[in-house]
Antibody, heavy 120, light 109 residues
Framework: EVQLVESGGGLVQPGGSLRLSCAAS????????MSWLRQAPGKGLEWVAN????????HYLDSVEGRFTISNDNAKNSVYLQMSSLRVDDTAVYYC?????????????WGQGTLVTVSS | QSALTQPRSVSGSPGQSVTISCTGT?????????VSWYQQHPGKAPKLMMY???KRPSGVPDRFSGSKSGNTASLTISWLQAEDDADYFC?????????FGSGTKVTVL
């Protein structure tokens, strides 16, 4: 059974940093693209970043480029999101997701999410 | 990248059909056959309901169907059931990135 468990969320002041983690199990992590997505309170979904299995290719939402860094550790079956220069509008539930084996352009498995609140 | 446009809400009685539209541009929805749909119940993680415009993942009822014409994709739910009451989001691949729709609340009356 595929499981994705996020952690690391919390309250942080504007301009601060936070590192999110996502522990994966139930599939061959080293073969799968992974993504981070987010959902602001009461709002829609927003894709944030993705990473190739070997970590050699990453892509970011324009508004987080240069502030967020996605990385992975295949030995630990984990993907991370290092967030810096956080802004109030980064407040959201952050989900990690595994791309599907169907086409590779959709998100088949999601974690339960971790809440990041940016506020003074 | 602007969010794809979805109606804020649609509703129907049990047994009826509803269709949710998702309008983008030739750079996203119209440019790729990589449109997916997600169902989300309150407080829960999203669930993949459709991928590659019209393909259903294993376990999704065949009451759900997808299509695309030009820059607009659509998700149709036939024979509405109480458990279909949820938020639905479309998503399009856009040249290494992804853009989501604004979301549609489906209410089963």
């Amino acid at each position: 059974e595929v499981q994705l468990v996020e952690s690391g969320g919390g309250l942080v002041q504007p301009g601060g940093s936070l590192r999110l983690s996502c522990a994966a199990s139930g599939f061959t992590f080293s073969s799968c693209w992974m993504s981070w997505l987010r959902q602001a309170p009461g709002k829609g979904l927003e894709w944030v970043a993705n990473i190739k299995p070997d970590g050699s290719d990453t892509h970011y939402l324009d508004s987080v480029e240069g502030r967020f860094t996605i990385s992975n550790d295949n030995a630990k079956n984990s993907v991370y999101l290092q967030m810096s220069s956080l802004r109030v509008d980064d407040t959201a539930v952050y989900y990690c997701a595994k791309y599907s084996a169907y086409s590779g352009f959709d998100f088949e498995y999601w974690g339960q999410g971790t809440l990041v609140t940016v506020s003074s | 990248q602007s969010a794809l446009t979805q109606p804020r809400s649609v509703s129907g009685s049990p047994g009826q059909s509803v269709t949710i539209s998702c309008t983008g541009t030739s750079s996203d929805v119209g440019g790729y056959n990589f449109v997916s749909w997600y169902q989300q119940h309150p407080g829960k993680a999203p669930k993949l309901m459709m991928y590659d415009v019209s393909k259903r993942p294993s376990g999704v009822p065949d009451r759900f169907s997808g299509s695309k014409s030009g820059n607009t994709a659509s998700l149709t739910i036939s024979w509405l059931q109480a458990e279909d009451d949820a938020d639905y989001f479309c998503c399009s691949y856009v040249a290494t990135k992804y853009v989501f729709g604004s979301g549609t609340k489906v209410t089963v009356l």
